[in-house]
């Protein structure tokens, strides 16, 4: 279970991407215009809990784990990793952060070299942070992952393995630093279903076993109540609602969570599902609407809405959303 002290706060956290124009362009408009991938996001995670970012492909969940662990440049925020901020870090310091943080991706094809034996691999933190006894800490990492027995995968290459295994083989290498902290970039969406639970299962087995905290990132809630302590909803970049999984499950405050949970399959064709409530296109991140960035497809949407961004406060206990009609009841 999670204890009581954060491992990680990130706090008002944005990263635009300027937009290149072209030269016609360029010489019509001096302004520089941006991508607010993430704008203004703010939580912090618990020691020894699996926090939840959610949210539809745009939202900014994937670029909110990698400026977290400084693989880009942030625009501005912070973020402190065991109160010291990541972001001004010196080399020697980076360093022994880049052990103790680390991260398992999306697609563990793409994130294996081809050309790299199993062993090889997984060993490769080892030489860069220059620990010793690689053969016995391989062996322990490939058994932790239950790529049984270890010996056997030693050398074998990416494209002899199952995909359920060359994820076990991502997560075994984020493992073998024995980190205290990982940002897991939706880790089961390139799988089968039929071993998408194991996978699960592994990564919440090594939470309790190992004392580590996750980003648990993905669009699919149903996976995310599987592992999660508390979740957040990301839309166009900023945080909407935060709770722990199972109240925001329960009984979501903002729209768009409402919308996300009615779309979420239920295996059991008698209970009747409330329909989707948003309707449209997700805006051009380029051209925000004003307001509240969900207002255009919004049912409950004010005129307050239309003009004035609502903030991220505490509407019930634990449970904080960005909603002007919810946190005026």
């Known amino acids: 279970m999670p204890h009581e002290e954060s491992i990680v706060e990130i706090d008002d956290l944005k990263m635009w991407f300027p937009v290149r124009t072209g030269f ?3 010489l019509l408009s001096k302004e520089q215009r941006y991508v607010k991938a993430v704008d203004g996001v703010t939580f912090d995670i618990k020691k020894g809990e699996i926090f939840g970012l959610a949210g539809e492909s745009g939202s900014g969940k994937t670029t909110t784990g990698r400026v977290i662990l400084r693989l880009i440049e942030a625009t501005g ?17 980076m360093k022994e952060f880049r052990r103790r943080a680390q991260i398992i991706y999306q697609d563990p094809y793409a994130s294996l070299d081809p050309r790299m034996s199993i062993f090889d691999f997984v060993a490769e933190p080892l030489i860069v942070h220059k620990i010793g006894n690689e053969k016995e800490l391989v062996v322990d990492a490939l058994e932790r992952a239950e790529l049984t027995p270890p010996q056997e995968f030693f050398y074998r290459f990416p494209h002899e393995l199952s ?20 940002v897991a ?19 919440v087995r090594l939470r309790d076993e190992l004392d580590i905290s996750y980003i648990y990132i993905t669009h699919d809630l149903a996976t995310a109540r599987q592992v999660c302590d508390r979740i957040g909803i990301l839309y166009l970049g900023k945080l909407v609602e935060e ?13 768009y969570t409402q919308a996300l949970i009615a779309a979420v399959p239920v295996p059991d064709p008698t209970v009747e599902k409330s329909k989707a409530i948003i309707k449209g296109e997700i805006p051009n991140p380029i051209n925000l609407p004003p307001g509240c960035r969900f207002h255009p497809r919004c049912p409950y949407a004010e005129e307050i809405c239309m003009k004035e961004e609502p903030k991220l406060i505490e509407a019930k206990k634990d449970h904080r959303a960005a909603c002007h009609i919810v946190t005026r009841k």
Do not use: Y
């Open 24 to 26: 016609l362009q360029g």
């Open 77 to 93: 925020g912070k973020v402190r990793f065991k109160g010291k901020d990541v972001f001004t870090l010196g080399k020697r310091e």
């Open 163 to 182: 995909g359920g295994q060359r994820q076990r083989v991502a997560i075994a290498r984020a493992m073998i630093l024995n980190p205290e902290f990982i």
């Open 185 to 203: 970039d939706e880790p089961v969406s390139m799988l089968d279903v039929s071993i998408r639970s194991s996978i699960l299962d592994l990564m």
């Open 243 to 255: 709770a722990p999984m199972d109240a925001l499950v329960d009984n979501p405050l903002h729209p």
